[in-house]
């Protein structure tokens, strides 16, 4: 039993239970805050509010530890592929081979998308961006699928995941064959899962499509790095739009919508256009740090820093050390990413971003290796939408089946008090 957390305020003392994960994590139960002391707390961006107990990500930002379900991420990314994992993080442990190949099974049962969705993205122009067109998508396939709105049993809640764990693949390969004027296909469902994603986006129509076994590893991995990572905005939207009891799908909608922001995930199509800047600008990495420390001025490194690591992102090893190899295997010498490796080192080096405990982030290395990988740097977020699928799934299957109640947090005021109407004539 851990000591009790003691409020004094105005000579009274108040009493809170403290909780303690199981990483041995402290939290201030305040569920009897306000009814007991008619008080609130204040953290604008939630930089101190735990918003709910789960079982799913464990990460500790001091140490750079990330695991999914209790297993390291370091072994996952080596050893795993991107459906075990999405497996592993939605129903909690690892499948056998049995439950894999029906977890797989189950999916390409349902990997048609209707037909008619291919309407409402002609109605987009080109020139959409793919993450607002994935956001609609998405949000579209619930006309389509109207059983996956009301989930009052736990096999109604399977069936909304299996089918967009089979449909999501195929929206978002639409969405860059769209940008790039290709012919929509339906993929080919004797192929992996990351294989068949790869060539519903890339097969052409006038080509046979050859897997490249570098390429599909590469991106399995990238997206198993992106699968989960706790209670971040983009999870937080999915949960407390869910939390609302909307649909799985609304709620992941709502939640690719949070992930677009140039803070969050849209963060992998700006490294590379800061990257792409720097180089047109003649490679000058220490005029960009100087801009990136000027607080007059907006620029900030961009992934560079995050709200929890306050240590190396154990992401960001993996894909900086993935960019050597899949570039050096592909045979492919990018300038870019010497730019990246040299605003790294002054960054590190750097007592603004020493003092400030500013790594580089998930995002820093990963766009380099999307590029290598051909896909267009808008579509770069599109990318870590299609990893974070299945941990958005399985918090908001663990919100659910918790019965968490509906997030509303509450606010100080700090308006007008109350004052007499104006009449518009006498304003
Ligand atoms: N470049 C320059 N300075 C920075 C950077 C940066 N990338 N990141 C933080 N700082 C500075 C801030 O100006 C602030 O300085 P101050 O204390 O002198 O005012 C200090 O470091 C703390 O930064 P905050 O913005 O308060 O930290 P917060 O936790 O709110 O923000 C965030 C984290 C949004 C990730 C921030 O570091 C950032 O904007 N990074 C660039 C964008 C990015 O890479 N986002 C991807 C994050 S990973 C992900 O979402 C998948």
């Known amino acids: 039993m851990k000591d009790k957390a003691i409020l004094e305020y105005e000579g009274k003392k108040y009493e809170f239970p403290v909780v303690e994960g199981t990483e041995q994590e402290l939290a201030i139960d305040i569920k009897t805050l306000r009814s007991s002391t008619g008080m609130i707390t204040l953290d604008p961006g939630y930089k101190n509010t735990g918003s709910c107990e789960s079982a799913i990500t464990y990460l500790d930002g001091e140490k750079g530890i990330l695991r999914y379900r209790g297993y390291r991420i370091e072994e996952l990314a080596e050893k795993a592929d991107f459906l075990e994992v999405a497996y592993l993080l939605i129903f909690g442990e690892l499948p056998n081979k049995e439950e894999l190949n029906q977890f797989h099974e189950d999916i390409r049962q349902e990997s048609h998308v209707d037909e008619e969705m291919k309407k409402i993205l002609d109605a987009f122009p080109k020139s959409a961006h793919p993450m607002g067109v994935l956001s609609s998508l998405t949000s579209a396939l619930i006309a389509f699928n109207p059983s996956s709105v009301n989930i009052s049993s736990e096999k109604e ?57 570098i390429v599909i590893d590469a991106l399995d991995q990238l997206l198993i790095l992106h699968a989960d990572h706790e209670q971040n905005c983009s999870t937080s939207t999915v949960r407390i739009t869910g939390s609302s009891h909307a649909g799985l799908f609304v709620s992941l909608s709502a939640g690719i919508s949070a992930l677009w922001g140039p803070l969050h995930g849209g963060a992998n199509q700006a490294v590379l256009e800061m990257l792409e800047a720097i180089e047109a600008d003649g490679g000058d990495t220490q005029k960009y740090m100087n801009k990136a420390k000027d607080k007059e001025d907006p620029f900030r490194l961009m992934g560079f820093g995050h709200r929890v690591y306050k240590n190396f992102d154990p992401r960001a090893k993996i894909i900086k050390k993935a960019a050597d190899e899949v570039l050096g295997d592909l045979g492919i010498d990018d300038p870019i990413l010497s730019i990246a490796k040299g605003l790294e080192k002054v960054a590190l080096e750097d007592p603004y971003f020493v003092e400030r405990k500013l790594y580089p982030n998930v995002d820093f290395y990963s766009g380099i290796i999307y590029r290598a990988l051909g896909i267009p740097t808008e579509m770069f977020t599109v990318m870590f939408a299609m990893g974070r699928l299945p941990g958005w799934i399985a918090q908001w299957r663990e919100m659910r089946l918790r019965g968490e109640p509906i997030g509303r947090p509450r606010q100080v005021y700090i308006g007008e008090n109350e004052r007499p109407f104006v009449p518009l004539k006498k304003r």
């Open 157 to 213: 809640m399977y069936h909304a995941i299996i089918r967009i764990m089979a449909k999501f693949p195929v929206l978002v390969a639409w969405t860059m064959r769209k940008q790039k004027g290709l012919p929509l296909d339906y993929g080919d469902d004797s192929l992996g899962y990351v294989e068949n994603l790869h060539k519903m986006m890339f097969k052409r129509p006038n080509k046979d499509y050859v897997k490249n076994k």
